[in-house]
Structure formats: C-alpha cells, structure tokens
C-alpha cells in the first residue's frame, strides 16, 4: 500500500481520497477508522462521574491549576487531555486566545476594543476573557477584522 499526504491550503477541510483496485476488508477498516475520528465529543469528568460533552455545549477551555477545565452551558467539568491535545480535536469555531485559554466563538456576546494591546471577550454566560498580545493577530484574522 502506497501512501501520499497532499498539503492544499485551499480547502476548507480535509479530503481523503482512497485509490484501490477493488473494495475489501482492509479499504472498509480504513474507511471506519477514518470516520471514527469525527466523533464531536469529548469525555470530561465532574464529582466522580464521566459526562460526554458535546463540542457545541463547550464555551471554552482553560488551562490551570496543573488541570484542565471545559466550561460549558452545564457547569465546568475537568479534563484529562491537554490543551493543545484538546485545541488539535476542535473545528474552526475554536481560537487560541492565549496559551492558557481557547474558546467556542459562538458563545461571544460582545467585544470590548477600549483595552490598550489586547481585547476582552465577553461571553453569552457573562464570562470574560482577554485575548493575549500574542494571539491578538491570529484572533482578529480568524474574526476577519
């Protein structure tokens, strides 16, 4: 089995193509695991218990206290993956704000520019966050402004 990885900036998102002289076991294994991968949900933990957590519930993730904790419509819960680990799973509703912090732009009420160097993001909850200098950028590309 021959494999190629094609780097194409243009696409919205990843197409996966498979080549094979006939479909069998191993193309149907492959197809599986592929679509497995998709899975929009994340195991969190809260007062000993496991909840499965669905991306669009998250408002945002945050990186403290040697732990990593999902605030979400429901309360905050804690998590086992790492940030970057949990930032790779997410789509593009997702944006690093700081190296602590990433956040669901959908839950984004509002804005706040008056901030000299960076901005504050208020959320649907009432939550504030500040983006840092170093994503400032990145943040306002991914908005568009």
Known sequence: MKVEIIIDEN???????????????????????????????????????????????????????????????????????RLYELYERFDNKFIKISRYEIINIDYVKKLDLSFKGTIAVEFKNGSISYVSRRYLKEFKKALGF
């Open 11 to 81: 696409l919205d998102e990843s197409l996966v193509k498979i080549y094979a002289p006939s479909y069998n076991k191993d193309i149907e294994n492959i197809k599986r695991s592929l679509e497995a991968t998709n899975i929009n949900k994340l195991v969190v933990f809260k007062d000993d218990e496991i909840y499965l957590l669905e991306y669009e519930e998250i408002i945002r993730c945050i990186s403290k206290n040697k732990g990593v904790f999902i605030e979400s419509k429901n309360g905050e819960y804690k998590s086992r993956m």
